[in-house]
């Protein structure tokens, strides 16, 4: 079980943001100058026989600017031969927005705070893909002191029409 709390201080909105309002004017993002966050998250792993682990994670979110988050992931690393394996993953997110935020020209000029940063919207989001492992032996291209090479796959979706293509390569150096 992992419980964080975090308090920030300082300059929080992203201020080449531009949120355009009801009346056609346009300012600067404006977010409180302070925040109070509390992620708290579970990881658990289950070992099904000597070549599969199932591995799943689940974290809630919350924030005193109204951001509330559920984040579930599990993936199931295979291990295909003693230094080749293979992990398919998947992970689901559900947020609802922060409580100034407003889409493009519908925030009223008298609001205090505002932001239409879709990143801080209601929106669901999915991430589904795959990474290669291998870590042969004698190091990777014969090379003892590269232990480890992995690329990652991933595609990701957002209700909110985002959808991206990610390539990961991780390295590992003894």
Do not use: C
């Not at 966050?37 to 809630?60: A, Q």
């Not at 008298?110 to 290669?132: E, H, K, N, P, R």
Request: hydrophobic share 35%; aromatic share 16%; charged share 15%.
């Amino acid at each position: 079980l992992m419980v964080d709390g975090i308090y920030q201080q300082g300059q929080l909105a992203t201020v080449f943001h531009r949120v355009y309002f009801n009346d056609g004017s346009l300012r600067s993002e404006t977010l409180p100058g302070t925040r109070f966050k509390v992620p708290i998250g579970v990881r658990l792993s289950y070992f099904i026989g000597n070549y599969v682990i199932l591995r799943g994670h689940y974290r809630f979110y919350n924030d005193n600017w109204g951001l509330t988050a559920h984040t579930m992931n599990i993936e199931l690393p295979v291990k295909l031969s003693p230094f080749l394996t293979l992990s398919p993953y998947y992970r689901f997110n559900s947020q609802s927005g922060l409580k100034y935020f407003a889409p493009y020209g519908q925030h009223a000029p008298t609001d205090a705070f505002f932001t239409s940063d879709y990143d801080l919207s209601d929106f669901t989001s999915q991430f589904v893909g795959a990474g290669v492992r291998v870590h042969p032996e004698n190091g990777v291209f014969g090379m003892k002191n590269f232990s480890a090479l992995e690329i990652r796959y991933g595609h990701y979706m957002r209700s909110t029409g985002l959808s991206s293509n990610i390539i990961t390569l991780g390295m590992n150096f003894k």
